[in-house]
């Protein structure tokens, strides 16, 4: 423990020199700092937001260097090559005009919505408790969703957001899909990104199935069944299946903390991570005109 504390010491002490010693180094003659910071103080005609905004960024790149660096990076990003590649419209120089058909927002629509799920979702999550008890009643789950509905304020209007948004983004989700087929816009070159836009739908409504289950009331308790009936008639590896959705071969207080743990924690990641490579593979290759 000790060596490690004194390597970990001596790397921030060796940082902090070559910040210094940058940072000390000769002025480029080329970047008038202090004229900068004379023209600030001498001019009249700004106001006090501009000439505030230019004293503190002259301040502060008299000290820190900050034009020096803003060059040196940019001139790195560029001799790496490591620019952004063209997207489909820019290198081909195509109109976007398929960009404005109604059935060709689905894509935007379906990320704006999980967006506002995010968002909703993030403060339902703060009040609810995870945890139910079928002998229990109201169980912790049920009773946080009442204390959201009834007492929290505007805890009705946010969870009922949450609700709809969810609805919305399925519904979405699914007649994207439709149009992708039907424009024949799963072809190739595009043959990965239809399959990702698959598995996206698929976790989509796994995200609503798990949210669904959450207030751990009677439908809640009856889509949970179906459910766990249907993850145990999984062929050959059923119990190993239940288990691992719904934390057994049969319902119980340990079903509600399965579902929000993959609720709130899994599923994100995986619909986030999903939906980063599905953008960037659309603004590479740019959305398929319909054949």
């Given at each position: 423990?000790?060596?490690?504390?004194?390597?970990?010491?001596?790397?921030?002490?060796?940082?902090?020199?070559?910040?210094?010693?940058?940072?000390?180094?000769?002025?480029?003659?080329?970047?008038?700092?202090?004229?900068?910071?004379?023209?600030?103080?001498?001019?009249?005609?700004?106001?006090?937001?501009?000439?505030?905004?230019?004293?503190?960024?002259?301040?502060?790149?008299?000290?820190?260097?900050?034009?020096?660096?803003?060059?040196?990076?940019?001139?790195?990003?560029?001799?790496?090559?490591?620019?952004?590649?063209?997207?489909?419209?820019?290198?081909?120089?195509?109109?976007?005009?398929?960009?404005?058909?109604?059935?060709?927002?689905?894509?935007?629509?379906?990320?704006?919505?999980?967006?506002?799920?995010?968002?909703?979702?993030?403060?339902?999550?703060?009040?609810?408790?995870?945890?139910?008890?079928?002998?229990?009643?109201?169980?912790?789950?049920?009773?946080?969703?009442?204390?959201?509905?009834?007492?929290?304020?505007?805890?009705?209007?946010?969870?009922?957001?949450?609700?709809?948004?969810?609805?919305?983004?399925?519904?979405?989700?699914?007649?994207?899909?439709?149009?992708?087929?039907?424009?024949?816009?799963?072809?190739?070159?595009?043959?990965?990104?239809?399959?990702?836009?698959?598995?996206?739908?698929?976790?989509?409504?796994?995200?609503?199935?798990?949210?669904y289950l959450l207030p751990w009331d009677a439908l809640a308790f009856g889509a949970a069944t179906i459910g766990i009936n249907m993850a145990a008639a999984t062929p050959?590896?059923?119990?190993?299946?239940?288990?691992?959705?719904?934390?057994?071969?049969?319902?119980?207080?340990?079903?509600?903390?399965?579902?929000?743990?993959?609720?709130?924690?899994?599923?994100?990641?995986?619909?986030?991570?999903?939906?980063?490579?599905?953008?960037?593979?659309?603004?590479?290759?740019?959305?398929?005109?319909?054949?």
């Open positions: 423990m000790m060596n490690t504390m004194f390597w970990v010491l001596w790397t921030f002490i060796a940082i902090v020199c070559v910040l210094v010693a940058l940072t000390l180094r000769k002025e480029n003659d080329q970047t008038p700092r202090r004229e900068i910071l004379r023209a600030v103080e001498s001019s009249g005609k700004m106001g006090v937001a501009e000439r505030s905004f230019l004293w503190v960024f002259s301040w502060l790149d008299t000290r820190f260097r900050l034009q020096d660096y803003w060059a040196m990076s940019r001139d790195t990003f560029y001799t790496m090559h490591r620019q952004l590649p063209l997207t489909h419209a820019e290198k081909y120089k195509l109109k976007i005009i398929w960009y404005w058909y109604p059935l060709y927002c689905l894509g935007g629509i379906s990320f704006l919505a999980f967006i506002i799920l995010v968002i909703t979702g993030t403060v339902l999550g703060i009040y609810y408790v995870p945890g139910g008890n079928l002998e229990l009643d109201p169980t912790p789950a049920y009773a946080s969703m009442e204390f959201i509905m009834l007492e929290l304020p505007f805890g009705y209007i946010i969870r009922s957001i949450h609700h709809w948004a969810t609805h919305f983004m399925v519904a979405s989700v699914f007649l994207h899909m439709c149009r992708v087929y039907f424009t024949g816009a799963y072809r190739n070159p595009r043959e990965l990104n239809w399959l990702i836009g698959v598995g996206l739908m698929f976790f989509t409504i796994f995200f609503g199935y798990s949210g050959l590896v059923g119990p190993q299946v239940a288990t691992l959705m719904f934390g057994g071969t049969s319902l119980s207080g340990a079903t509600v903390t399965r579902m929000y743990f993959i609720h709130v924690f899994i599923l994100p990641v995986i619909v986030t991570a999903l939906i980063i490579v599905h953008l960037f593979i659309v603004w590479v290759q740019g959305i398929a005109e319909p054949h």
